[in-house]
């Protein structure tokens, strides 16, 4: 395979990490204000806190606004939401429904360690 100029790269991640916040904190706007197909839940409630992470600490990442802090709240949120609703209904979270917590989980880990990039408001 050729090899990849540095550019490309960076301009991968930028996209992984905007994408992914943004899908985030789509999950938020859900709990939030119920759109996108949500339930609006109480915002002092444990979902209302759940959709305000998702929905602060996504947008944070997608547009690298303090992107390492915001990414490990939401790998925190993450670990937090697939052992409290995910893991007492089966070990595999392909079986237990988890399967997108545990991706979320890992990817906010990996933005976490990796930092904004070039292509982030603040730099960490």
């Known amino acids: 395979m050729a090899?990849?100029?540095?550019?490309?790269?960076?301009?991968?991640?930028?996209?992984?990490?905007?994408?992914?916040?943004?899908?985030?904190?789509?999950?938020g706007l859900q709990k939030l204000v119920g759109l996108l197909g949500g339930t609006r839940v109480p915002l002092l409630s444990e979902l209302g806190l759940?959709?305000?992470?998702?929905?602060?600490a996504g947008l944070a990442v997608a547009f690298g606004v303090f992107p390492r802090w915001a990414a490990l709240l939401a790998a925190g949120?993450?670990?937090?939401?697939?052992?409290?609703?995910?893991?007492?209904?089966?070990?595999?979270?392909?079986?237990?429904?988890?399967?997108l917590a545990?991706?979320?989980?890992?990817?906010?880990?990996?933005?976490?360690a990796r930092g904004g990039?070039?292509?982030?408001l603040t730099r960490d």
Request: a negative charge; glycine letters at 8%; proline letters at 3%.
């Open 77 to 99: 949120e993450m670990a937090v939401a697939y052992f409290t609703a995910h893991a007492g209904r089966g070990f595999w979270p392909v079986q237990n429904h988890g399967e």
């Open 117 to 120: 990039g070039e292509l982030s």
């Open 102 to 112: 545990v991706l979320y989980c890992f990817v906010f880990l990996f933005i976490a």
């Open 50 to 56: 759940a959709g305000a992470i998702e929905l602060v």
């Open 3 to 27: 090899r990849v100029t540095p550019r490309l790269v960076e301009t991968a991640y930028f996209l992984l990490r905007m994408m992914t916040g943004l899908l985030f904190a789509e999950h």
